[in-house]
């Protein structure tokens, strides 16, 4: 019995997190908890009437995932997290055919070659089918990030219908930076 319960509790540690409560978003936004508490006043203002979003439970908010951009800090800050550094786009491409995890990080170098100012976070999982894609986000620009991912793999993969991209900015940092943690072969940051 003690088996089934270690292997549900691994399950539900990779599951998204969909409520937060200020504690949490502490380490997420790197504010203190008095910044918080004030920015709550005004965050429950604007959701007064949506308790799916934010509600109080035990004299504890419960914040969903969807609204932690809210609390993001309004000024740069010192110390840097993966949660607070700015990102602006997003990226995916998956191939046809299935590619080891070297072969998708050498490709994610190939493009941080051509973007040699901007940091890229970067993870390689595996799809339904059981073939390897990769996700990344980037400080660079939609524009230029698309150019770099579209050169790379239009050097590397000849053919282009054996591969799709998706380039978009990014809507919500929170939730592009825990997508990428979602379940990664491998993962990395390249500054």
């Known amino acids: 019995m003690k088996e089934f319960n270690e292997l549900i509790n691994e399950t ?14 502490k380490n997420i936004t790197g504010m203190s908890i008095r910044a918080l508490k004030y920015r709550m006043l005004i965050v429950k203002k604007k959701y007064e009437g949506v308790p799916a979003l934010l509600n109080m439970k035990n004299r504890t908010w419960n914040i969903h995932y969807t609204i932690v951009n809210e609390f993001e800090p309004k000024y740069n800050l010192k110390n840097k997290t993966i949660h607070t550094y700015n990102w602006t786009s997003i990226a995916t491409w998956n191939p046809k055919h299935n590619y080891d995890t070297t072969y998708h990080i050498e490709l994610v170098n190939q493009i941080k070659t051509q973007l040699p100012d901007n940091v890229i976070s970067y993870t390689v999982e595996a799809d339904g089918r059981g073939i390897n894609h990769t996700h990344l986000i980037s400080d660079a620009e939609t524009l230029e990030l698309n150019k770099a ?3 790379t793999l239009s050097k590397f993969i000849e053919d282009p219908n054996e591969y799709r991209i998706q380039v978009k900015p990014i809507q919500n940092k929170y939730s592009a930076v825990e997508y990428l943690r979602k379940a990664p072969l491998a993962s990395g940051i390249i500054q």
């Open 12 to 25: 539900n540690d990779t599951r998204l997190k969909v409520y937060f409560n200020l504690t949490e978003l």
């Open 149 to 151: 991912v579209t050169s």
